[in-house]
């Protein structure tokens, strides 16, 4: 499956953007899908992530709980991350992926096997 995001972009502190990611090639419902972030000389991080059917979404990252929302819809094959009230901090290269279906949602980078090119979110006052 092939996974092209788009959205990224400049935001101001407090503002909204919101990042979708396409898939094509395969059902994007045959995976749980999630999303990551990167800067320079850090770890790349997840910071949610939605089962196959979008009925249960994980926060792994405290500091995007209740700021940012995942939801996908598997009949367009994309999947979609709402992020609101930004802030500098999240300024970073965000990611999607796609991983195999699996009994809890996965939120560590080695279990996903398919990943876009990434986008980049700015935020600055």
């Known amino acids: 499956v092939q996974l092209v995001e788009s959205g990224g972009g400049w935001a101001q502190v407090g503002g909204s953007l919101r990042l979708s990611c396409v898939a094509s090639?395969?059902?994007?419902?045959?995976?749980?899908v999630g999303w990551f972030r990167q800067t320079s000389g850090k770890e790349r991080e997840c910071v949610a992530a939605?089962?196959?059917?979008?009925?249960?979404?994980?926060y792994p990252n405290s500091a995007v709980a209740g700021r940012f929302a995942i939801s996908r819809d598997n009949a367009k094959n994309t999947a979609y991350l709402q992020m609101d009230n930004l802030n500098p901090e999240d300024t970073a290269v965000y990611y999607c992926?796609?991983?195999?279906?699996?009994?809890?949602?996965?939120?560590?980078?080695?279990?996903?096997?398919?990943w876009g090119q990434g986008t980049q979110v700015t935020v600055s006052s």
């Open positions: 090639g395969r059902a994007l419902s045959r995976y749980s």
């Open positions: 939605i089962n196959w059917s979008g009925g249960a979404t994980h």
């Open positions: 992926a796609a991983g195999a279906v699996r009994s809890f949602i996965a939120d560590s980078p080695s279990e996903y096997d398919y």
